[in-house]
């Protein structure tokens, strides 16, 4: 409760500041984002990749092992049909009447499209467990290739985290304790713009007449409201709020006053 009456009770002045330094703390944190670049990203994308690989040689290692299940059981119908074959036959040298015979060979007849048809499918089921082991065996390397990948990317990713941790942390804590002493809505307002505009500056200062961050011209009387410093003022063009750059500590070199040039009279001979 205190640090937020604190907060309130900031002159305008000091609540900019406080913005600006703010700002100064969030950028040095983004340009440590921007030195790590896409590695993080490149890194997600990787471990994605490899999951989905591994996942998809589990697959196929199933179906490879559904595939011999089904090759193991079409065999078993093949020796039961040769079996009936077999039976059938010796049954042919017993038979009574031409009916008899007849049936017998009706059923020497199907078992033997009941093996035909089995072996048609044994083939094309091995057809099937040859590719599905090629895909294995091409994503296979690919996934090692992947692999190989991720652990540079890794390396490298915790490399420039591990020379830039201490930094960000330190920077982190300073802009942590920076957010207590500001006004929550003013805050909350600052941190709203900084998530719509594209280099993430929120608080800007005047440069050339012009905002520091959509770079549109600022009429001389705003300039002069913004100097003053009596109230918060945002560009009216991008939102960003904008401080003078004395405030932000820049110096800003005045340009010399051009002397008035002496017309010189050329004394009129007599």
Known sequence: MAAKKEATEMSVEAKLKALYQLQTM???????????????LEVQDLEDEIEGMTHRVAKYNEEVEALKADVAARREKIRVAEEAVNKYREQLNDVKNNREY????KEIEF????IEL?????????????AKQADIATTANNLQDRRSDLEVKKSELDE???E???????LREKAKALEVTIEPRLLAAFKRIRKNSRNGLGVVYVERDACGGCFNKIPPQRQLDIRMRKKIIVCEYCGRIMIDPELAGIKVEKPAEEKPKRRLRRALKA
């Open 26 to 40: 969030l950028s040095e944190i983004d340009k440590i984002k921007t030195l790590r670049g896409e590695l993080p």
């Open 102 to 105: 007849d049936m017998l060979s």
């Open 111 to 114: 078992q033997s499209l009941e």
């Open 118 to 130: 089995q072996t048609k499918k044994i083939n094309e089921a091995n057809r099937n467990i040859e």
């Open 160 to 162: 420039i985290i591990s």
């Open 164 to 170: 830039t941790k201490a930094e960000e942390e330190k």
